[in-house]
Structures are given as structure tokens and as C-alpha cells.
């Protein structure tokens, strides 16, 4: 692997994770909570039904629903950069 390409695998990193936020509201996971007609409350309409009537604490969706109040944990965030570099190295190795 080149220079160049480990230079854009951890931009990716990088870049995700400054994403990560913007994409959690983009699909409704916002700050003020679920966002009225988003993917999100689609999401959390079908969860509820599932559960009998509400969202089961330690899923996903709570895990993004938290994320989209306070932000994502540094665990979250390392997480993220973490699977967007090793998705790029291997892109890397096959092309």
C-alpha cells in the first residue's frame, strides 16, 4: 500500500467520524430527539410494536437514539474509524 493510499484511508477514518453526527440526524436521530416522519420514527414505530408497546432499552435503536442526543461515545467514534480504515485498506489490496 502506497503513501498516497494510507493517506486517504485515514482521511476516511477521519472523515467519518466527523460524519457519523450528521448522518444519525440525517436519517432522525436528532439532537431534540426523534425527528416526526424520519427513517427514525419509522424505525421506532416497528420497534414498539414489536416490543408491546416500547423501545427495548440496550438495542440499536436506543444505542443510535442516545447517540443522537449526547453524540457518540469515544468508544463509538474509535469504533467507526476503525471499520472505515480496514474497509479501505482491504479496497486498497484488491484494486
Do not use: R
Not at 28 to 54: K, L, P, Q, R
Not at 69 to 79: Q, T
Amino acid at each position: 500500500m502506497g503513501l498516497l493510499t494510507a493517506a486517504l484511508v485515514c482521511g476516511g477514518a477521519a472523515g467519518s467520524v466527523v460524519a457519523a453526527p450528521a448522518v444519525l440526524a440525517a436519517v432522525g436521530f436528532t439532537s431534540a430527539g426523534i425527528a416526526a416522519g424520519s427513517y427514525a420514527a419509522a424505525w421506532m414505530s416497528a420497534a414498539a410494536v414489536a416490543n408491546g408497546g416500547g423501545v427495548a432499552a440496550g438495542s440499536l435503536f436506543a444505542f443510535f437514539q442516545a447517540a443522537g442526543v449526547l453524540g457518540l461515545p469515544a468508544a463509538a467514534s474509535a469504533g467507526v474509524a476503525g471499520v472505515v480504515a480496514t474497509v479501505g485498506g482491504i479496497t486498497a489490496i484488491l484494486i
